[in-house]
């Protein structure tokens, strides 16, 4: 977990305003764009939301997307069962899975919040139609989806100019993009 602040002053006199935790606001803001991706980019039906990872971002992700949605289903899956169960217990009604292949199998919706260096999610555990948020390759060095799937997808991205550089799934296939969150938000 990254340990940061945010300050807040008047621009005139500098005089502090506000001290924030900027670890919560970037959990809050991440899952509220991957919110807005899902909410234009995914079924209106969507019933199974499957979650890779047990960090803030799981956390704040499942928290974000029980707002749009009236999932049957949430499932958790964590290279650690145990911290995968204590996300379950700490936000209810989730299900910890054995493996990305059972979290991800026939789920409508998907987030990919680790810090994999590898990929983790591969083309045969997608069904397809499903949406995927991935937001835990934002490095060049990692990576959470396969490359087979990452060329057959649709990439839309929140910042063409950060995600091109920072965007490890990115950087690494040169997946070329389809339009930006932003200008899809636009258009509907």
């Not at 499932?75 to 169960?85: C, L, M, N, P, S």
Request: hydrophobic share 40%.
């Amino acid at each position: 977990a990254v340990v940061s602040t945010q300050s807040t002053g008047y621009t005139l006199n500098g005089e502090l305003v506000a001290q924030m935790d900027a670890g919560e606001i970037t959990a809050k803001r991440t899952a509220a764009v991957s919110a807005v991706a899902t909410q234009v980019l995914a079924s209106k039906e969507s019933e199974i939301l499957s979650v890779l990872g047990t960090g803030v971002q799981a956390e704040s992700h499942i928290r974000a997307l029980r707002e749009l949605y009236d999932f049957k289903e949430v499932r958790i899956w964590g290279r650690t069962q145990k911290k995968a169960q204590v996300l379950a217990e700490k936000l209810g009604t989730c299900v910890v899975s054995d493996s990305v292949a059972e979290a991800c199998h026939g789920a409508d919706i998907i987030c990919t919040v680790t810090g994999a260096a590898e990929p983790i999610l591969q083309a045969d555990h997608v069904t397809p139609g499903a949406h995927i948020n991935v937001v835990g390759a934002s490095q060049p060095t990692s990576r959470e989806i396969a490359t087979d799937l990452m060329l057959r997808a649709t990439v839309v991205c929140d910042c063409y100019d950060a995600v091109k550089i920072e965007s490890g799934d990115v950087v690494q296939t040169k997946v070329s993009f389809h339009k930006s969150l932003g200008w899809l938000c636009a258009v509907r």
